[in-house]
């Protein structure tokens, strides 16, 4: 854990099985408060689950997770919004369901936070992509969180508009959300998390920061020039040397 | 729960078609349910020919009778069109102005009349019917036979009942008229006094004997005709229909087809309405968020069903109060009706969170609550002795497990006085909607898997 202050959540050890597959073996990691982790991995590597773990959607076969003080939000990768309310009118709508004592100022503050103040009564049908995902983590955020959990925020975005989806989640980590985010893209990792947990086939590999990944490469890796080109190349030279 | 059905709500709003759909169905359905009810069924149109001459008439020992109306009575019962010959009767048939053609030959009192004689004919009538349609053909077949069958009727009696007086005549006597006049018959029993008078009048000897047994003859015939006279009637009409109705009291046909319509209507409003908004919960993706702590399963389930309801009571209730401009409701049974609609939208309403649980996505949700509930409902109308009874014994079972039928009695129940009891049915209904709310919750434990 990066820093060794207390941890806004802790995984040790964590198992889940689908059937006979074993799609966590004992994964175990920390994070601080305000730091930002990127889970990444290969298809199948366990993202999506650990993240559902610790958002509560799925309970672990094994393991033990501890939480620090604070609700947990969950930002799941495909929006989860309804597609026929106005953006205004979902925000309400979780506001009341989280039971804050005055919903509309819940609102105004997720819509003065999210950027989207002057479409709060378009019909979010009617959103970008981009848009639905800020509004999609903006519900997330409506639990007050200490941890924040987004499962590939920036799948189907385009860079503009993934560029101001990660601003805005980077402004959230400076204000001491953990932020905790799965991604396919490597360089959005080395980019914007200040730890990388690396999972493969259910386990974790690796757990630090991406100038550590490039560092365990040189050392360690066949191709230990890898290192020194792109991210995406030193991760990939990771897991062949990993068996992956 | 309230925040969820106000959400429900603004999306039911947001979705002009479906809202369109909701309220104009059943508006749909009350003006069909209303015009049928209110309207009898439209007389089919046949053409007529009547080639009769206007002054034959059947007679009976060379009386003629009076008329039987014969034409008319036919003409009550269907559109006639008068036609003036056999080709143009031809001829609206072929061209489907007319249904059937209904043909009265020339001769056909004279074929009538020849019964009574010794060299009888056969009276006969000619209907043309376009046979292009099988349907409409066996129907048109059915309803004139049925009229020629009152027709014959009709012509019996007044025959039995000339009979009748000609067989009055002679047992008690009277006056026949003849030509104008008339001719005095003494009559069997004005006979058999006569005669009997006269017999301490002769010797004793054969001629006394003989006259004693025409006495006799004469006293019994007019004693045992007496009963012929009835026997002549009932063989006009020999077998009489006495109706008992055994197995509770019917609805009249106008409330029972407004129960069901109002029970189609709340079944398709309710089911569609709860299995779609669930599965949409999935659909958008809400499902594992609102159930992260938010609001339980149970109480997500609650939420459909309240919803499935408040849309299916609002929507019945305005089509009953369509359906008043056409018949009379009995709305001071609105608290009964309000019972029935309450517990059957919430049985349809859990059946619509199962179906919607279940089968998870929108589309395939809508498809499967119309496979679902068209054939039940269908099923539900079958009456006993229609079909088979192992055939009607499934159906039983089927009708049983779906809420529409015992919906369809509560409401057949509420809506009049006398259709039967409404207790039963409602804790039919009472116990389906904890038997599908069960269903429901245990689908939904997969709801969220992909």
């Known amino acids: 854990m990066a820093g060794g202050t207390t941890a806004a959540l802790e995984a040790r050890g964590l198992i889940k099985r689908y059937g006979g597959r074993e799609a966590l073996r004992g994964v175990s990691f920390a994070a601080a408060p305000g730091e930002l982790v990127a889970v990444i991995g290969p298809n199948g590597a366990g993202k999506t689950t650990l993240l559902s773990i610790l958002a509560g959607i799925l309970g672990p076969d094994g393991g033990e997770l501890a939480l620090g003080a604070g609700a947990v939000g969950w930002v799941p990768q495909q929006a989860a919004l309804y597609r026929r309310l106005t953006v205004e009118e979902n925000l309400l709508l979780f506001a009341r369901l989280e039971k804050h004592p005055d919903p509309r100022a819940s609102v105004e503050e997720m819509l003065a936070l999210s950027g989207l103040g002057e479409r709060r009564d378009e019909i979010v049908a009617r959103l970008s992509g981009g848009n639905q995902q800020r509004i999609n983590i903006a519900i997330g955020l409506l639990a007050r969180p200490s941890v924040l959990l987004l499962d590939e925020p920036s799948v189907g975005l385009d860079p503009r508009r993934r560029a101001r989806l990660w601003e805005f989640v980077a402004g959230l980590a400076g204000r001491g959300t953990t932020v905790i985010f799965s991604t396919h893209d490597i360089q959005e990792a080395e980019r914007y998390g200040d730890r990388l947990l690396v999972l493969a086939d259910g386990e974790a590999l690796f757990d630090g920061s991406a100038e550590e990944l490039r560092e365990a490469v040189r050392r360690e890796a066949a191709d230990g020039a890898a290192a020194d080109r792109d991210f995406e190349t030193a991760f990939v030279a990771y897991l062949h040397h990993r068996g992956h | ?277 669930l599965a949409l919960e999935r659909e958008e993706n809400a499902y594992p968020r609102l159930t992260r702590g938010l609001v339980s399963s149970e109480a997500l389930l609650g939420e459909k069903v309240l919803l499935g309801v408040a849309v299916g009571l609002v929507v019945t209730i305005l089509m009953l109060a369509g359906l008043t401009i056409f018949t009379p409701l009995e709305w001071g049974r609105f608290g009964l009706w309000l019972a029935a609609i309450l517990l059957g939208g919430a049985a349809l309403a859990a059946a619509g969170a199962a179906l919607g649980a279940v089968a998870r996505e929108v589309r395939a949700v809508s498809l499967l609550a119309f496979m679902v509930t068209l054939p039940v409902a269908f099923l539900s109308l079958v009456p006993s002795g229609t079909v088979g009874a192992g055939l009607f014994d499934v159906i039983k079972v089927i009708t049983a497990i779906f809420p529409f039928k015992p919906a369809l009695e509560a409401i057949t129940a509420a809506l009049e006085a006398g259709n039967g009891t409404i207790g039963t049915p409602l804790l039919h209904l009472a116990i389906l909607v904890l038997a599908y709310a069960l269903i429901a919750r245990l689908a939904l434990r997969r709801f969220a898997r992909v």
């Not at chain 2, 056909?108 to 009888?120: G, Q, R």
């Not at chain 2, 006049?181 to 010797?203: C, N, R, T, V, W």
């Not at chain 2, 019917?250 to 908004?277: H, Y």
Request: hydrophobic content about 50%.
């Open chain 2, 1 to 277: 729960m309230r925040w969820l059905l106000l959400k429900d709500l603004q999306i039911l709003r947001r979705s002009p078609l479906q809202a369109v759909l909701l309220v104009l169905y059943p508006v749909l359905i009350a003006i069909l349910v209303g015009l049928a009810v209110s309207r009898g069924p439209e007389k089919p149109r046949v053409a007529f020919l009547n080639e009769v001459p206007a002054n034959a008439r059947i007679s009976l020992s060379g009386q003629k009778l009076p008329t039987a109306n014969v034409q008319q009575r036919i003409c009550e019962r269907v559109e006639c069109v008068r036609v003036r010959s056999r080709e143009e009767a031809v001829r609206k048939v072929e061209a489907g102005d007319v249904l059937a053609a209904l043909i009265l030959p020339e001769d056909l009192v004279d074929k009538i009349n020849s019964l009574a004689t010794f060299t009888p004919g056969t009276p006969k009538v000619e209907v043309l019917v376009n046979e292009s349609d099988p349907l409409k053909s066996s129907a048109v077949n059915d309803k004139i036979t049925a009229l020629l069958a009152q027709a014959n009727l009709a012509i019996a009696k007044r025959i039995a009942v000339e009979g009748g007086k000609y067989l009055n005549l002679v047992i008690r006597g009277g006056n026949l008229p003849v030509l104008g006049g008339g001719i005095h018959i003494l009559g069997l029993q004005a006979s058999a006094h006569i005669l009997a008078a006269l017999e301490p009048a002769l010797p004793r000897g054969p001629l006394r004997v003989a006259l004693a047994q025409v006495t006799e003859f004469a006293t019994e015939a007019g004693e045992n005709l007496d009963i012929a006279g009835p026997l002549l009637d009932r063989l006009a009409e020999p077998i009489a229909v006495h109706k008992v109705a055994i197995g509770g009291s019917s609805p009249p046909l106008e409330t029972f087809a407004i129960a069901v319509a109002a029970t189609l209507t709340l079944a398709f409003v309710t089911v569609l309405l709860v299995a779609g908004s």
